[in-house]
C-alpha cells in the first residue's frame, strides 16, 4: 500500500486527508481521531470506505515511524518521509 498524507495541526489536534493506492484499488478519506502529544501521533482513517486504519507513530525530523493496525489484520510498521 502506498500512501501519502496530507496534515493540518491545530493545537494537539490533527486533521487532513490520505490518498491510498493497494492493488490497482485508490482511496482518498478524512483522517478522524488524530491527535498529538509531545512526539506521538494517533489518528485513523477508512480505505476504500472498508477497512479503518488506525495509526500511532513518533514523529522524528522528517519522518514518522508508525504501527498501524489495518482492520482486524495483523500489525504492520511503516515509516513516512516528509515531502519538501
Given at each position: 500500500?502506498?500512501?501519502?498524507?496530507?496534515?493540518?495541526?491545530?493545537?494537539?489536534?490533527?486533521?487532513?486527508?490520505?490518498?491510498?493506492e493497494?492493488?490497482?484499488?485508490?482511496?482518498?478519506?478524512?483522517?478522524?481521531?488524530?491527535?498529538?502529544?509531545?512526539?506521538?501521533?494517533?489518528?485513523?482513517?477508512?480505505?476504500?470506505?472498508?477497512?479503518?486504519?488506525?495509526?500511532?507513530?513518533?514523529?522524528?525530523?522528517?519522518?514518522?515511524?508508525?504501527?498501524?493496525?489495518?482492520?482486524r489484520?495483523?500489525?504492520?510498521?511503516?515509516?513516512?518521509?516528509?515531502?519538501?
Amino acid at each position: 500500500m502506498t500512501c501519502h498524507y496530507t496534515f493540518k495541526v491545530d493545537g494537539n489536534v490533527i486533521t487532513g486527508k490520505v490518498s491510498a493506492e493497494m492493488n490497482g484499488t485508490e482511496s482518498e478519506s478524512e483522517i478522524t481521531e488524530g491527535k498529538i502529544e509531545g512526539d506521538t501521533i494517533t489518528f485513523a482513517w477508512t480505505f476504500d470506505n472498508t477497512v479503518k486504519m488506525v495509526y500511532t507513530g513518533k514523529v522524528n525530523g522528517d519522518e514518522i515511524k508508525f504501527s498501524r493496525q489495518p482492520g482486524r489484520y495483523a500489525t504492520e510498521e511503516a515509516v513516512a518521509t516528509r515531502v519538501k
